[in-house]
C-alpha cells in the first residue's frame, strides 16, 4: 500500500487523570492499524508526578513509573522514549490525558510558562526538523505550541488552554466534537478529543480522520 | 432507535497480563457506544490476585483493587459489582485479560476445576435465567462454561482452553480472528479476541460483530 506508514506513538502513562488517556491511545492504534500502517510505542522511562485513584479521584501514596504503566496500553511492546530514532518512523504521534500535562511536561500546573521533557522535546525538534508529520490528540497539542514556532493546533473550546496557547506563540483554532486542524506548512494535525465532553465515538472518529490527515501530507 | 439497549459492561481491572485487556475492554464500550446503546461498567471491589509490571513481565510488590484499576478504563464512570441489579439492564458484557482468569475466577490457576466470585456468579445467573442476552471475549467465556449448563462458546484455538471448557460441560466451536459464535438458545455471544495472535483490528471488528449479535436477540 502506498500509504503504509511507520507511526511512533508516545504515551503518558495509563489513565486519563495521572497518565495516558485510555480510550485516545487505545483508538490512536485502531486508526494506525486501520490504515494499513504500523506503529511503535515510546514513553519516557520515569515516576509519574502522582498517582490518582480513578475511582474516588483522590492522590494516593503509591508511586508509578510512565513506561512501565503504558506498557499495559501496548500489551508489553513498548520501547523508553530514549530509543526513539526519528530515522526510523514516519510519523510522530501523541494520545491525550492528564499525564501529557503532568508526566511529559509541567503545563497543568505552570501553564504557559511550562517546561517540556528533554526527549519528548528533542523527538519533537527531531521529527519537525526532518519535515515529518505529528499528531497530537486532546491536551497534547500544548507541547508543540511550547516547543515549535507559530503551529497552528486546537484545544477545543476552553477558554484557559487557548488563552495559554497563544501565550506560547500558537494560532488557535477552537473545534467541536469531530473536528481535526491542519496545520498544512508544519505538517501537524490536532484534534479536540476528551477536551470537550466527546463521547468514545467522537474519539474513534476524530483519531481516524488525524490518522488519514498525517499519512496524506 | 428500536436497537438501542442498556449494557452492563464487567471489567477485571486494567492491563492485560494481571486485569482486563485494556484494547478488548475499550472496543468493547466504543462498539455499544457506536451501536447507539448505553454502558455501565462494573467490577468486584476487591484486591487484585497479584500486579504485573508489563513492560518487564515480572510480579511486583504492589497490591491493587480491581474497582479502582477499571475506573482507568471507565473514567471514574463504574460501579462497584455488588450494585449491579439484573432488573436496570439489557445485556451483559464481559471484556478479555488474565485479570478475568485471576480476578473474576481462579481459572488461571485451577483449570476446569476453578472457582467463579460469586458476585461474578449471581450476575452471571441472573441474566441468563431472566432470558437476557450475555457476551464474553477472549478467555472470558471460561465464565459462562463454568456457570451455565452446556453453553456453546469459543476459546479460539488453544487446545488446553477448550480441553478445559468441554470439561466443564460446553459444547466448543473453534474460530479464526474475526470470527464470533452464537449460542442462540441461551443467548450468548462469544469471540477469541487475544486468544488468537490477533490485531487490534481484529479485535475490534469481533466486538462490534458480538455486540451486534447481542442486540439482534
Known sequence: MGTKKKFAVILAGCGNRDGAEIHESVMTLYAIAKSGSSYQVFAPDIKQHHVINHYTGEITRESRNILVEAARIARG???PLSDFDVQEYDILMFAGGFGVAKNLCNYAFEGSGCKINPDIEKAVRAMHSAGK??????????????????????????????????????VHQPTHAGEIVIDQKNKIVTSPCYMLDSTIVDVANEAMKVVDALIAF
Not at 133 to 146: D, E, M, N, R, T
Open 133 to 170: 508529520p505529528i499528531g497530537a490528540l486532546c491536551i497534547s497539542p500544548v507541547i508543540l505550541a511550547k516547543v515549535l514556532d507559530q503551529v497552528t493546533i486546537t484545544m477545543g473550546q476552553d477558554p484557559e488552554a487557548i488563552s495559554n496557547v497563544k501565550a506560547m506563540g500558537a
Open 77 to 79: 511492546k513498548i520501547s
